[in-house]
Structure formats: structure tokens, C-alpha cells
């Protein structure tokens, strides 16, 4: 496994090039861009969070189910921290891999937790008798994003 | 439900059409009753029924957690209403109403205080909503902010114009590099670096 998987990952890393700026201007002018996009309350956001092992794409008012137990309760207001990209109507923003979680706000609520609808496991061996059904459920819990926001110099955050 | 639906009252009306919905309800995506927690979270459960029978021994856990627990549930979910029925020779039963009219029931019978307890907790997470088999994990009232993407989303609009076909357009595009291209790269550099 570590011959394998790791060790491959540790030259990457080593051989990566690293991040230069070429035009400060340039940069400059995204960051003001960006800014006075993000500035402006009107303009809807969206982000893509890691929640529960898989990545959402969300923006305000969203309902997203995850399964599995957690220790949330109903009714709870959380900070979802691991954003991994900030988006607006003409901007992209990503993270490498996760964007300033201080600059960046995703909240939500948990609306619900109900036991998610079953699924039927069903094994059977034609030749011989063997048939197993098995009911299977698992705890979902639904959250609510209530804000996707981000301040003012969420890109130099991001840049340095 | 009966054969022939009675509409002569709005109550027998509303019965008829929830027991009409329920039957074929089997798939859906995430949904919430009232768009609860877009402002803030609103407690959808109303009341909580229990039944339950003083001297039968199938009631005992739920007689224990009425004893025991319930007082502090009351105290911790102001929004909520219990109420306590005794019947005699019954079996045990939990009866909890939502803000949307479904009512969920539930029967610990020959269970123990933990179970009942559990059971409870399970009423109060609930939003009264069906439970069903979720096609998508997501809603969104607003799915795209940037447009959805096509094919031809950021192709330069001097394709509308030109005579088809045109050589420009034509030309096979591919991130390798042909070996027509690396000779005459190759000859480039080579006449660049030539000195003069």
C-alpha cells in the first residue's frame, strides 16, 4: 500500500510548481472584481462544502440529506468549514484544496433526522435454498443551508 | 378508506384526500413542510398522545418513562403538548401530531424504558413529512448560478459567420503535440539560436 500509493504522492508533491505571480496587476484587478462581486448581498453565491463524504454544491435555501450518525440534533445551526470552491454569477473561486474557512460562510440548520426509507438486501443461490432478505435502514439528517457568504478579501485569503 | 369517497364535509374531504396520497407516495426528493429553516427552525411537532394500561404487563416501560422522564421531556420541548391516557387493558401506544397533519403512531408494547425513551426521541426529529425513497439527496430552488454548461458555451462567435467549412474550424484540436508540429518547433528554435 505504501509502496504503491504514497510514495508516488511524495514526488508529486515535490515536483509540483509552485504558485508565482506573473501579473500583480492582473491580480489585483480579479481581487477588486471579486470583491465588489462579493460585497453586494444581492448577488446569489454558491460553494461546493464536504459534508458527509461527498461534496455538495449549494447555495441559500438548499436541502441536502446526509446518512450515517452524527451528533447533531434537531434544530442545531452549524458551520459546514471544509469549502472547497466559492462561486458567483461571474466568478470561481477554488481552494487548494480548502478555501480560508475565517473568510468563508456556509451555515445551515438541521431541519430533520428521520430513518431513511428502506432498501431490500435480497441474496439467493439458485441452486441451492439459500434466500436472505434483509431490511436495511440508516439514520439521514437533513440540513438547511441558510447562508452562503464570504467577505471582502476572501481572494487575497485565498493568494497568500 | 372507503369505496366511495363522502365530500359533504371539508373534514371528510381532507381525511379522504390525505389516505388518497399516501398510497402510491413511494418516491420523492428532500422536502421540508412550509419551507421550515429558510428564516429560522420552527418545532413541527404539536402533540404527543400516550396510551397505555396501569395494571397490563405489556405497558411496564412506557409507565416507567412516564414516571421517570416524561416531566423533563415536557420541560425541554415548551412547544410540545403531552398527553397522558391510561386505558384499561391496552396496549401501549405513542400518537405524535405534525404541524401538516400527519399523525405518526407508534407501539412499544413489551418494551423497556430505554426503547420507549428512543422511540420518543425519534417522534421529536421527525418534521411529519412522508418518509420516502429519495430519488435526489439535493434540493435547490436555484440549481444554476452560472448557466448550465453546452458544448458550445465558450466557442468564439465568429462560427456563426463564416462559410462552412472553413479551414479555421476545420483544424483537428488535441493537447498532444503532431510530429509536424514538433519538427517544426525543432527548426524554430534552431534558427533562434543560431547567432547572427
Known amino acids: 500500500m505504501n509502496r504503491l500509493f504514497i510514495r508516488p504522492l511524495m514526488f508529486c508533491r515535490r515536483f509540483a510548481t509552485n504558485p508565482e505571480v506573473i501579473n500583480p496587476n492582473a491580480q489585483q484587478e480579479v481581487a477588486a472584481t471579486v470583491s465588489s462581486e462579493v460585497s453586494q448581498p ?22 441536502i440529506v446526509i446518512f450515517g450518525n452524527n451528533p447533531l440534533k434537531v ?24 478555501l480560508d474557512r475565517a473568510k468563508v460562510h456556509v451555515d445551515a440548520v438541521v431541519v430533520e433526522k428521520a430513518p431513511k426509507y428502506p432498501e431490500l438486501l435480497h441474496y439467493s443461490n439458485q ?19 441558510t447562508k452562503v457568504r464570504a467577505d471582502d478579501d476572501v481572494f487575497q485569503a485565498n493568494t497568500q | 378508506m372507503p369505496a366511495v369517497y363522502r365530500v359533504d364535509r371539508l373534514k371528510q374531504l381532507y381525511t379522504a384526500a390525505k389516505s388518497l396520497n399516501y398510497g ?10 412550509l419551507n421550515n429553516g429558510v428564516t429560522r427552525y420552527i418545532p413541527q411537532l404539536h402533540r404527543v398522545t400516550f396510551y397505555f394500561c396501569k395494571q397490563n404487563e405489556n405497558s411496564v416501560g412506557m409507565r416507567n418513562f412516564i414516571a421517570n422522564r416524561l416531566i423533563q421531556y415536557g420541560s425541554t420541548h415548551p412547544s410540545v403538548v403531552f398527553y397522558v391516557q391510561p386505558i384499561r387493558n391496552r396496549s401501549p401506544q405513542i ?16 418494551k423497556n424504558m430505554q426503547d420507549v425513551e428512543r422511540d420518543v426521541n425519534l417522534l421529536l426529529q421527525r ?24 458544448p458550445m458555451t465558450w466557442q468564439s462567435t465568429r462560427m456563426n459567420v463564416a462559410e462552412l467549412p472553413d479551414k479555421e474550424f476545420s483544424r483537428h484540436k488535441s493537447s498532444k503535440m503532431s510530429a ?8 524554430r528554435q534552431k534558427q533562434e539560436n543560431t547567432p547572427e
Not at chain 1, 49 to 63: E, I, P, S
Not at chain 2, 97 to 107: A, D
Not at chain 2, 127 to 150: A, F, H, M
Open chain 1, 42 to 63: 444581492k448577488n446569489r453565491l454558491f460553494a461546493v462544502v464536504y459534508v458527509g463524504g461527498k461534496q455538495w454544491k449549494v447555495t441559500q435555501d438548499d436541502l
Open chain 1, 75 to 98: 434544530g442545531d445551526e452549524i458551520k459546514l468549514e471544509k469549502v472547497l470552491m466559492l462561486g458567483g454569477k461571474n466568478f470561481s473561486l477554488f481552494g487548494r484544496p480548502f
Open chain 1, 127 to 145: 441452486h441451492y435454498l439459500i434466500r436472505i432478505e434483509r431490511w436495511l435502514s440508516d439514520m439521514s439528517t437533513t440540513l438547511r443551508v
Open chain 2, 24 to 33: 402510491w407516495r413511494f418516491e420523492g426528493v428532500p422536502t421540508q413542510p
Open chain 2, 95 to 110: 400518537v405524535a401530531e405534525y404541524g401538516n397533519g400527519n399523525t405518526l403512531k407508534m407501539y412499544p408494547t413489551n
Open chain 2, 127 to 150: 418534521s411529519g413529512e412522508d418518509i420516502v425513497k429519495l430519488v435526489s439527496c439535493q434540493t435547490s430552488k436555484c440549481p444554476s448560478i452560472q448557466g448550465q454548461w453546452t
Open chain 2, 180 to 187: 509536424t508540429e514538433y519538427v517544426l518547433q525543432q527548426a
